[in-house]
């Protein structure tokens, strides 16, 4: 066992992941002004639409960000299954 051990997969960040951190702070600047308009217009004139709106879209804003963490490092993979064979037997 001297030799080097040959992967099974080889892992590389996607060059193109600054356009969607782009898209993620423009999105957020929008998110965070559309929250900050429906919370003025909350406290200004609290009805029970207004009210349901700004939970809706503070929900949705929720299920977004979560979304964002497969979108902030992308990576691509390549698989090398013709070196499985190696690995479950032990040889280089």
């Known amino acids: 066992m ?8 080889d892992c590389q960040p996607n060059p193109y ?6 898209h993620i702070l423009v ?5 965070a002004a559309l929250l900050f308009r429906q919370s003025r217009s909350l406290f200004n004139s ?5 009210i349901a709106h700004f939970i809706a879209d503070v929900v ?3 299920m977004w960000v979560t979304a964002q963490t497969f979108r902030w490092r ?3 993979r390549t698989a090398y299954p013709e070196n499985l064979a190696n ?6």
Do not use: W
Request: proline share 3%.
């Open 27 to 31: 999105y957020t600047c929008a998110i």
């Open 60 to 62: 949705f804003t929720f």
């Open 17 to 22: 992941t600054f356009l969607n951190r782009a």
């Open 87 to 92: 690995m479950v037997s032990g040889e280089d």
């Open 46 to 50: 609290p009805t029970f639409l207004s």
């Open 2 to 9: 001297g030799g080097a051990t040959q992967s099974l997969h």
């Open 74 to 76: 992308q990576i691509r």
